[in-house]
Structure formats: C-alpha cells, structure tokens
C-alpha cells in the first residue's frame, strides 16, 4: 500500500491497474459519510479536468497495456490536481 496524501492510499494493483482508497482516516479506515457525497463531488472534478473514471470510496485505474511514460505522468499529476481540488471542498 503507497499512501498518497491526506485521506487517500493506492491499494492492490496488478501491472498498472490499480486503485487509489478515498478515506476519511487512513488508520482506523474510516470511510467518508455518504452525506459528503465524495464520489460524486470527485466525478464532477476528475471530469472538469478531462479524466474519465468510475468513483466510488475507490478511484480505478485501468490504463491500456500501450500507455506511455508521459501518458502516466499526466494521469498522476491530474489525479493530484484533482485530490488537492476536493481535499480544499472538504
């Protein structure tokens, strides 16, 4: 587990796919009350920036077996953005 931030870790992963855990608590796990409506509030931002993703408590991502190293790089740095962009709303 890499841990990324305030209240979010990468967990499991196989090659590159991967998800990164939306928590309120990294140690005790504590989940975010549905009433912060974090999933949805995520979806709006990850599309204003033009990532496309399913979000849950979990961010997946399933990137092609052809992705190149500046295509992973930009993922990550506009997955940061992202998370900087909600950890601000919440």
Known sequence: MIEYGEGCWVVGGYGLLCGV???????????????ANVPDRLGSILMR???MTRVSDVIPLVPPLVISKSEVDHVVDTLDTCLTELQREI
């Open 21 to 35: 855990e939306l928590v309120m608590d990294r140690k005790s796990n504590l989940r975010f009350p549905k009433e």
């Open 49 to 51: 920036h033009g990532l």
